[in-house]
């Protein structure tokens, strides 16, 4: 068993601690984003092959079957490369609300948040 | 190989770590960054150059958006840490979750034998052998992102398109500036 894998698994966790436990809006987009790195690196070791070559065809490989057997798996690649720029879209939503609260609120803290609009309600 | 990759990782997981516990913003969006890069570096390691260069330029945008974040702070903005038993609850969970995965780890593939190798009707096989003479293309990521799974590339196209919308609707001046409490948006509801 490599540790490779224990790795990432702490990376996931780190951001999901950070996700359970700060307050600071910011700080809650920096987990979901270290979290999504965790995510997208697993699936990309999990295609991962010893001493691969990267899924691109050159002049040298003349016979395709040969190339399947020493290439890397392309298959997660081309999911990983969606899933990244989906995050990129989903942090820009997720900074697009942070501002908008920070606006109306003037502060990322979401427990004074949660007090100003209970007052609010009142 | 190993060895960096795993110095790699190391890094990465310190990153996070620092992003989670510094008291400055603009540090802990710093921080985030290396995460960010570190994973790129990871990828070229992996033998992935176009996830590598897309990793870069994704970065790049989401270091600018965080940072506009942390413009016109007042002092107030920045949180401090929270209370004891909640992070003390938040530790345990993730323990518990770490130990179940030391138990799940040896039923993983090995680190280095491809999940394609097991499966015989992963289509990844199939993908390699025939990519380039059905789609044309000698990249074969391209060839599945944009021949193969063209659908799940029109899904993704569907869900960037409604993220700006959202994000647009959410910072557009005439919004900032003619309802600045929220009134307007209950009203309406």
């Known amino acids: 068993m490599s540790p490779v894998y224990l790795l990432v698994f702490v990376l996931f966790l780190v951001g999901v601690f950070g996700l359970l436990t700060r307050r600071n809006l910011v700080k809650l987009i920096i987990s979901v984003a270290v979290i999504e790195a965790a995510v997208n690196l697993f699936l990309v070791l999990a295609g991962y092959r010893r001493e691969g070559i990267a899924p691109i065809m050159t002049e040298q490989h003349h016979r395709a079957e040969e190339f399947a057997a020493r290439a890397v798996d392309p298959f997660p690649q081309a999911m990983v490369l969606t899933s990244i720029v989906i995050g990129l879209s989903l942090l820009a939503l997720l900074v697009g609300i942070s501002l908008r609260l920070y606006h109306i609120y003037g502060t990322y803290d979401l427990s004074e948040i949660r007090k100003a609009a209970r007052e609010e309600d009142r | ?189």
């Open chain 2, 1 to 189: 190989m190993t060895v960096l990759l795993l110095s790699l990782l190391l890094f990465m997981i310190i990153a996070a770590v620092i992003a989670l516990y510094t008291e400055e913003l603009i540090s802990a969006v710093i921080a985030a960054g290396a995460v960010g890069f570190g994973s790129s570096a990871v990828f070229l390691l992996l033998r992935a150059p176009d996830l590598a260069i897309t990793q870069i330029v994704v970065e790049v945008i989401a270091l600018v958006l965080l940072i506009r974040t942390t413009l016109h702070l007042s002092g107030r903005g920045v949180g401090e840490g929270p209370s004891g038993p909640r992070v003390r609850a938040a530790g345990l969970f993730c323990l518990a979750v770490l130990v179940s995965v030391l138990f799940a780890l040896p039923r993983l593939p090995r680190f280095g034998e491809p999940v394609m190798d097991r499966i015989a009707a992963a289509p990844s096989g199939f993908y390699l052998e025939r990519g380039l003479e059905l789609t044309g293309s000698a990249n074969l990521v391209t060839a599945i992102l944009l021949d193969f799974r063209a659908y799940d590339t029109l899904g993704e196209a569907t869900i960037i398109f409604t993220a700006v919308l959202g994000a647009l609707t959410l910072l557009s001046r005439k919004c900032l500036t003619s309802c600045p409490a929220g009134r307007e948006e209950e009203g309406e509801r």
